[in-house]
């Protein structure tokens, strides 16, 4: 299983950037994918995730009614709309892939390379 996160940049805050995460060679065991950060100098941190079996969206509380996760049809690309970005949304953003949705890290089996998002203030 191989993930491509793409679509971070350097932003104002309140701005608004959508995240891409193209998923190749998923198989049955893959039923959720996820997005966690890590901001500069703190550790990884859940985001959202999506489940593939009803498509049902979960989101840290502090992205929660900013931030929105999709997939696609196909279950081959998930997207992350950020809204409303803050400075504090500055962090390296990776997507991974798992067998059930999880806010831990060590839950996902498979992770994209990550993208850089930078709120200024």
């Known amino acids: 299983v191989q993930l491509q996160a793409s679509g971070g940049g350097l932003v104002q805050t309140g701005a608004s950037l959508n995240l891409s995460c193209m998923i190749s060679g998923r198989t049955f065991s893959s039923s959720a994918t996820g997005w966690f950060r890590r901001p500069p100098g703190k550790e990884r941190e859940f985001v959202a995730a999506?489940?593939?079996?009803?498509?049902?969206?979960y989101y840290a509380n502090s992205v929660k009614g900013r931030f929105t996760i999709s997939g696609n049809n196909a279950k081959n690309t998930v997207f992350l709309q950020m809204d409303s970005l803050e400075p504090e949304d500055t962090a390296l953003y990776y997507c991974?892939?798992?067998?059930?949705?999880?806010?831990?890290?060590?839950?996902?089996?498979?992770w994209g390379q990550g993208t850089l998002v930078t709120v200024s203030s």
């Open positions: 999506i489940s593939w079996s009803d498509d049902s969206p």
């Open positions: 991974a892939d798992g067998p059930k949705v999880g806010v831990a890290w060590d839950e996902y089996d498979y």
